[in-house]
């Protein structure tokens, strides 16, 4: 059974600090690493993937992979109250059309 | 340059009755997903389509739900005798269909089992 393990939060950091959220998966053979964002009672969207070991940086978001390690994390700088919301690691199984694992999400909440 | 769609986005039925749930995936993709995501917990993957290949069904909970896809678009999943766990937020998928690509998400279909 592949595993994605978050924790569940919540995390909780002031306006305009760093918020890391964490990942680690169990699979090795996964090639593709997503960072999803849900606000509450809305599906999830798209904020970062990356799919090579180091970090990706887009605008206030980097994603960060280490496969040795088998950990996947996410970054957000300058954390906004809007940045509140549950985030969402997903992995995929293998390699070939994608089927993603989901982690159960971190709950972020940012404090004005 | 619409995006995925899902109908109804809101379903109450009763127990025991068989309900269906619709796709409209984006308009040239040709991988379509299923997810069911329960209350407080993550996505959890159900089945997906990819073309013309056979269905991966390996994560259908039980024989009362299949799914089709008429056309290589818009996909149907069937709750047939539905219970109470079946209760959840039914979400749809679809991706260009290559490895490595991105799934964008539908609003979501909630179902409530009574």
């Known amino acids: 059974q592949k595993e994605v393990e978050q924790n569940s939060g919540p995390l909780s950091v002031p306006e305009g600090a760093i918020a890391s959220l964490n990942c680690t998966y169990s699979d090795r053979g996964s090639q593709s690493f997503f960072w999803y964002r849900q606000y509450s009672g809305k599906s999830p969207e798209l904020i970062m993937f990356?799919?090579?070991?180091g970090d990706k940086e887009d605008g206030r978001f980097t994603a960060q992979l280490n496969k040795a390690s088998q950990y996947v994390s996410l970054l957000i700088r300058d954390s906004q109250p809007s940045d509140s919301a549950t985030y969402l690691c997903?992995?995929?199984?293998?390699?070939?059309?994608?089927?993603?694992?989901f982690g159960t999400g971190t709950r972020l909440l940012v404090s004005p | 340059g619409a995006g995925v769609s899902q109908s109804p986005s809101n379903k109450v039925t009763e127990k025991g009755k068989d309900v269906e749930l619709r796709c409209d995936p984006i308009?040239?993709?040709?991988?379509l997903y299923w997810y069911r995501q329960s209350l407080g917990q993550g996505l959890e993957f159900l089945i997906y389509?990819?073309?013309?290949?056979?269905?991966?069904k390996s994560g259908l909970p039980s024989d009362r739900f299949s799914a089709e896809r008429t056309g290589g678009s818009v996909s149907t999943l069937t709750i047939q005798r539905t219970q109470q766990e079946d209760s959840a937020v039914y979400l749809c998928a679809s991706s260009i269909g290559g490895p490595q690509e991105t799934q964008y998400f539908g609003p979501g279909t909630r179902l409530l089992v009574l």
């Open positions: 997903a992995v995929s199984e293998g390699t070939g059309f994608q089927k993603l694992v």
């Open positions: 308009s040239g993709h040709t991988a």
């Open positions: 990356i799919y090579s070991n």
């Open positions: 389509f990819q073309g013309n290949s056979a269905p991966d």
